[in-house]
Structures are given as C-alpha cells and as structure tokens.
C-alpha cells in the first residue's frame, strides 16, 4: 500500500488521479492503523512499572527519530528531484521503502510475546470498553494532552518548511536545520527519562511543553537579518521540546490501563490506543487543512519567490503562536491529570492484592 501511493497512473485526467490517490492513501492508512494501534497498545503490558515504560518509550522514539531521519535524508537521495522524468525512480523509492519497512515489523511480531495472564483474559465487548473509557479519569487527560501535543507537532512541522523559505531566506539549508531538531530530540531523548524519574512525568511534560512554547515564539520574531547560526540555535533548542513530544505523551498513556484494571476487572489497553490513534487522526484531519485555508487567505502564492506582508504574517502566527497555544491547551491537561508516580504504585499495589485474595479463594 505504501509503494502504491507512489505510483504514477498512466493518465492526466486530474478526477481519475485525484481517486487513486484517495484511495492509495485510505488503504495505505487504514493497513498502517492496523499494525501501529495494536504495536503501540503493547507497551502497558510489557511492563507495568512507572518509569521502565518511559525508558521502553525512550528507545522506541529514538529508532522512530533515527527512521524519521533515514526517510528524510535518503528518499531525495535515489529520487533526485522531484521532476516528471524521475516518476520511475519515485515508484520505485516506494518499492524499496515499503519492503525495508515491513522487516523489523516481522520481526517486532516473530520476537514479541504478551504476558500469559493478559492474553488468557476473556474480552470486553465494545460498549463495556467504551463505558470504562469514559469513566477513566486518567485516560481522558492523558488524551487531551495527547491530542492538543501532536496536532500542535503537526503544524509546526508542515509550517516550518514555509518559515524558513519565506521569512528566512534559508530554503537551501532547511535540510541543515531540520537534521540539527532531529538529531537533538534524539540525544536528548535520555534526559527526559532521567527528568520523569527525579519527578514524574506530567511535571517532565508541562517543562519540556513551556519550553518548547517559548522557543517556537521566540523564532518567529526572527527575521533575515538573523543568519543561519542563530536559526540553527533554535532549531537545537526547539529539539529539546521536540524530544519531549516523543516520549512524554506516549509514556503517560500506559499508566491510565492499570486505573482502568483496578475499576473494571479488565484491561481495555486496544481500545484506549485505537482511541488516541482516531482522536490523532481526526485532530490532523481539521487542523492542517484550517491552517493552510488560512494561508490562502493571506493570499499566498504557490512557488512564488516572495509573498505578500499579509502571507509573511500569517505564516509567522502559524509557525509559532498558534502551536504554542496547543501546547499551553495540553499543559492544562497535564496540570489536572489525576495520577502521580505514587498513585499508579498504589493502583498496582491495590490490584496486587486483589489478585492475591481471588488466588486465595
């Protein structure tokens, strides 16, 4: 599904290629939910300890940054340009990516096992894991702050790029910067671990989210005359907030299961991911357009060396003041999300014996 969605149909009827496309990418992202939902969902019950789900959550963001790094750099590497003459070699980047992209998911499959007592648990139906859902304190906070993070993520990553070329000047050496935030977030991954530890994660959360505020704003008050050293700064600090995103709202997640355990008998970890995914998806699906709606508002240009002032603005808001705000709408998540590092250890403690006392019976 991937290697099809970089298929070049042998037609120019724009109806006809506008239905392959949606159809490629429904398909392609319908095949990607039913890997990754249930993928993701294995955290809570490979460990149930507070602070080993966010070491898990550590190296797996950091093969997925060192894979968001990969698919930057070496796709334009056997593309070249994205010309009409290299069609062949776009389909074929898909072929190769979509094959190497399978192997470590047969071998996550192939190398993984679930805990015996989680799996031997009968199933709740649909509605029983709604109703539990809606009753989990925990889980809705958790997905607020999951919700408000990654959709600000989503428009400072689909904004940046216009950032840099408009209001900077710096197009040529996007590459540059973007490698300089990726390659952060990756180094620093472990001091968000060491910080959730000394603390717990949500006040590891709400720094790393004011931080990363505070340098998305204070980037867009740059101009020109800046340079490329001070935009690379940035773009370094920005990385530090970057790799908060990664693992903080993903470890958080897991520790909302056991809440859930402990009221309900059952463990309902698919449909809490399947939720987040959906609630991600739907976040995305509103956000991205509104944003670039307002872009063509300003009255922006497709391609144009320059912009109008009207474009510049907008582009400017949309790169920083508008993600900051998420972010500010998630820290408030976070400053009332109900489980601390001492409350999920007596959550565990409590189903512990729980569990003792049936076994006794």
Known sequence: MFAMMWYRPVTENQVWLCAYYAIAYFLFDTSYTLVSMPYSALTPELTQDYDERTS??????????IGSLIAFIVPLMMIGSMRPENTGRV??????????CALPLLLTFFGTRERPEYAAQSQPDLRQSLRAVWKNRPFLFAAGIFLFTWTAADIIQAFLLYFLKYRMNLESQSDVILGAIFITALLVLPFWGWVSRKTDKRKAYIAGMLFLSVIMVALTFLGPSAGMPVVLFMAVLAGIGVSAIHVLTWAIIPDAVEVDELATGHRHEGI???????????????AIPLTLLVLDWSGYVSNAATQKPTTILAIRVLTGPVPALLLLA??????FYPLSRAGHAQTRQEIAAR?????DH
């Open 91 to 100: 389909f074929t980047m898909g072929i190769v990516f979509g094959a190497v």
């Open 330 to 335: 998630g820290i408030v998540f976070a400053f």
């Open 355 to 359: 569990n003792l006392a049936n076994q």
């Open 56 to 65: 898990l959550t550590s190296y797996r963001m950091a093969f997925s940054i």
């Open 272 to 286: 809490f991911y399947s939720l987040v995914s959906l609630f991600k998806k739907v976040a995305s699906s509103i």
